[in-house]
């Protein structure tokens, strides 16, 4: 490792926020390492060891090559601007409780072939943060997550993921094995990331991009992200007991091809956010795409979309709770079903949202619609739009040529529901001054037992990965204590 004084910044960034084993200050003695790694495999760290009330600190300014274990009795921390890869065949692995620490714009990139094994524990989360002080940490302080694979998309080879500019070919994605594993992420929180390279290519808290049907994501919080909480880019990756909270744009977003599995997904948009220079405060709880429509040839007249590039976008969803903010004034819905997306979505639980439920976009979308290939089924909607009973998009002569929304999900077989108030909704809007109930936002989250999300639930698939015993509407069981709550002990919910 090059020779690198690192004790001011150690002592800056972790005094707070980063506690060591005792609470009284034993030794501040600085016994910094300066060890270098030879050729055969740069681990990309400076360290600097300090004892007494902080844990040790480890800048990360190199890609990784070889397998890599970063553990818990240390604080990693991401280079200012440095992107990460964990590149060829080398795994990444993180202990249960591992702390690491973003600068701006910095990510990381576990290319193709590569992996990460991030195995939290309830009680001991691995968590993915901002480098600032509590109180003053921002959505978009550092970049974000982002995991590649080989698995199929729906667009030409070869890919590179958003929010990486120029030619990289360790940020490239997709191929044909659809088992492609990029790893496991478990107990695991990302807050405050998210970068914007340009308009519409930005890095997202947790990417995904070509990520097969092996690789295992469980347990993940991604909490105030600047732009989407979860985008996925083709592949057949499955998640489980997910929470995404304040994301700036969308809170899942898929797109090229998905056709993965998902149970258990809280999201809650935001209201606008007491800093002034926060200027994104959600958009949808999902935005779903389907077909290519950035491959066709130049001059191609609006309303055209290629339908011949596969595989479609056909996830399985079951036990979402989308919820919005109970801000009237958010221009936020529920969901965007847009350009061919397909998809089965089941036992949801839909609230808060100011502007509408649904919104379909685009004839092939219509298309997936009439061929069953996309469907909302099993659902309870609740406050929903300026009046707090519409359900979708009102305007029937809008781009879905005409399709109304209304008629779709009033369809009786579906057996969707317009509720009441399912859940509690905070007692007054927060404001600048107060934001209140954001503080504990799952106190809002578990419907009553006796509830309308209790009944009229489908049954879920009985494979490997679906809960079965999840028979009502929504991510969480009515009537669940908080204690009890999946997301209990390892989530968490800083404004700032």
């Known amino acids: ?43 990309g760290t400076t360290e600097t060891t300090h004892t007494g009330t902080v844990q040790d600190v480890v800048l990360v300014t ?15 921390e991401l280079a200012n601007r440095a992107t990460i890869y964990v590149e060829g065949n080398s795994v990444l692995t993180i ?12 990510s990381i990139i576990v290319s193709r072939d590569a992996r990460i094994e991030a195995r939290g524990r309830a009680d001991a989360p691995i968590v993915f943060t901002s480098v600032k002080e509590p109180g003053s940490r921002r959505p978009g302080d550092w970049g974000g997550l982002v995991l590649l694979g ?62 097969g049907s092996s690789t295992f994501l469980r347990h993940i919080q991604v909490h105030r992200g600047l732009d989407d909480g979860i985008e996925i880019f083709g592949g057949m990756v499955d998640l489980k007991y997910v929470v995404i909270t304040g994301a700036g744009d969308d809170s899942l977003d898929w797109d090229e091809g998905w056709r993965g599995r998902v149970q258990f997904l809280l999201a809650q948009q935001y209201p606008t956010h007491p800093d002034p220079t926060v200027t994104k405060n959600g958009d949808e709880g999902i935005e779903a795409d389907g077909y290519v429509t950035d491959e066709l040839p130049a001059g191609t007249p609006d309303g055209v979309y290629d339908t011949n590039h596969t595989p479609f976008s056909t996830p399985t969803l079951y036990n979402l709770t989308l919820l919005g903010s109970g801000d009237p004034t958010a221009a936020q819905s529920a969901m965007d079903l847009k350009e061919g997306t397909g998809g089965a979505l089941r036992n949801l639980l839909v609230g808060w949202q100011p502007i509408r439920g649904v919104d379909v976009e685009h004839p092939p979308t219509v298309d997936m619609i009439t061929s069953s290939q996309l469907k909302i089924t099993n659902s309870v909607f609740f406050d929903i739009g300026p009046t707090g009973d519409v359900w979708t998009d009102p305007d029937t002569t809008d781009d879905d040529g005409g399709f109304d929304e209304q008629a779709w999900l009033d369809f009786p077989a579906y057996a969707n529901r317009l509720g009441d108030e399912v ?8 404001t600048a001054a107060a934001p209140g109930w954001l503080l504990d936002p799952p106190a809002q989250w578990i419907p009553d037992a006796g509830s309308a999300a209790a009944s009229g639930a489908a049954t879920p698939p009985a ?11 929504g991510a969480i069981r009515p009537g669940t204590t908080q204690a009890a709550a999946w997301w209990a002990g390892w989530t968490a919910y800083p404004v700032d």
């Open 463 to 473: 494979d490997e990965f679906f809960d079965v015993s999840a028979t009502y509407v």
């Open 423 to 430: 859940l509690v909704a905070p007692t007054e809007v927060p």
């Open 1 to 43: 490792m090059r020779h690198l004084s690192l004790l001011t910044l150690s002592l800056t960034g972790c005094l707070g926020p980063w506690p060591g084993p005792s609470d009284t200050p034993t030794d501040t003695t600085d016994t910094s390492d300066t060890d270098t790694t030879g050729p055969t495999g740069d681990t």
């Open 62 to 76: 190199d890609s990784i090559t070889r397998d890599t274990l970063w553990t818990a009795d240390k604080v990693y």
């Open 150 to 211: 080989n698995a199929s998309v729906n667009k030409s080879l070869p890919r590179q993921i958003e929010g990486v500019v120029g030619d990289e070919p360790r940020a490239q994605y997709g191929g044909s094995d659809d088992t492609s594993n990029c790893g496991a992420l478990d107990y695991v929180r990302v807050e405050f990331a998210g970068f914007e390279v340009f308009d519409g290519n930005e890095l997202n808290g947790l990417t995904l991009g070509g990520c």
């Open 95 to 106: 202990e249960p409780g591992t702390t690491i620490l973003g600068n701006a714009e910095s």
